[in-house]
T-cell receptor
Framework: RKEVEQDPGPFNVPEGATVAFNCTYSNSASQSFFWYRQDCRKEPKLLMSVYSSGNEDGRFTAQLNRASQYISLLIRDSKLSDSATYLCVVMAAAGNKLTFGGGTRVLVKP | GAGVSQSPRYKVAKRGQDVALRCDPISGHVSLFWYQQALGQGPEFLTYFQNEAQLDKSGLPSDRFFAERPEGSVSTLKIQRTQQEDSAVYLC??????????????FGPGTRLTVL
């Protein structure tokens, strides 16, 4: 079983709609959580950190549920430019290495 | 300012050849990471340097993989006797190191290695 699991999608989303997806992680000692965005044939870029209280950045809302060990990302008012692969990322308490999920592909269509 | 750069961007190797992949981190970044990303998968950790010290190499898949960062800046990932399963994008990332906060890892564009 992989440490971080995501639905690979694709999630086909009409422009302007809301889409949400989760990931689960297996290491209960994980301390930090992030969503990265990766465009086709490009490098991953940090989208947002995820905090226990939940956090919002514009149209993006991230939630963390430590008890159930899952992280969610919600995108409101989807734009064509939101089409990308969203990588769920976990960092353990010790060390700095990031553990990535396999990514969820989102396709926003007009 | 300049981001993380990697070279070559594309490398085609015949099975059994040795390859060397270079990473130039952001100037002043103490931490440097290598990740391997297979097609359709998320990146997987290979190794981590803090300055010139290789603090974690737990992700290197075999003893054919070797990384170095002799002067604490540029790093090279070397793969000996390449195999087809080594075909992947090799990503380098760098970050600062401030205690108590997450130090964002900035990724380079990657080197796409194809082993024939």
């Amino acid at each position: 079983r992989k440490e971080v699991e995501q639905d690979p999608g694709p999630f086909n989303v009409p422009e302007g709609a809301t889409v949400a997806f989760n990931c689960t992680y297996s290491n209960s000692a994980s301390q930090s959580f992030f969503w990265y965005r990766q465009d086709c044939r490009k490098e991953p870029k940090l989208l947002m950190s995820v905090y226990s209280s939940g956090n919002e950045d514009g149209r993006f809302t991230a939630q963390l549920n430590r008890a159930s060990q899952y992280i969610s990302l919600l995108i409101r008012d989807s734009k064509l430019s939101d089409s990308a692969t969203y990588l769920c990322v976990v960092m353990a308490a010790a060390g700095n290495k990031l553990t990535f999920g396999g990514g969820t592909r989102v396709l926003v269509k007009p | 300012g300049a981001g993380v750069s990697q070279s070559p961007r594309y490398k085609v190797a015949k099975r059994g050849q040795d390859v060397a992949l270079r990473c130039d981190p952001i100037s002043g970044h103490v931490s440097l990471f290598w990740y391997q990303q297979a097609l359709g998968q998320g990146p997987e950790f290979l190794t981590y340097f803090q300055n010139e010290a290789q603090l974690d190499k737990s992700g290197l898949p075999s003893d054919r993989f070797f990384a170095e960062r002799p002067e604490g800046s540029v790093s090279t990932l070397k793969i000996q006797r390449t195999q087809q399963e080594d075909s992947a994008v090799y990503l380098c990332a760098s970050s600062t190191i401030l205690r108590g906060v997450y130090n964002e890892q900035f990724f380079g564009p990657g080197t796409r290695l194809t082993v024939l």
